[in-house]
């Protein structure tokens, strides 16, 4: 309990979330196209992603996917086909996290996209 006022956060830490999830180092980027996530030895399971950053991806999946689990991830942005390996990072009801963690081949296209979105938002009202 003491921690938890010395950071300034209420009996459940919102507080200290709220400045842990605004300290990243890349802002996200509102965005929806479908998604495959290739689980090892099991199906593909499709969704779509909510939002893009230069370091990963958060998508809203129908079926389960570990936690801790490298997967390989195939998705298409406006300027071209992505495919990734990223670490189910975390989840939420339906909706999940994924950190990139090879993505040499698309790290380009993926900074690129993020450029191109910060302008939009910036052009819009």
Known sequence: MEVRRQMGADPFGITATKELVEQRLYPRYKIEVDIQVY????????????????????????????????????FKLPLGDVEVLALVRQRQAFRYGFQ?????????????????????????P
């Open 39 to 74: 689980p090892r030895n099991k199906d593909v399971v499709r969704g779509y992603t909510v939002d893009l950053s230069e370091t990963g991806v958060s998508a809203m999946l129908r079926l389960e996917v570990p936690l801790g689990e490298v997967v390989r991830l195939q």
């Open 100 to 124: 990139f963690v090879d993505f040499d081949a698309a790290q380009d296209l993926i900074g690129r996209t993020c450029r191109e979105l910060t302008a939009k938002q910036v052009q819009s």
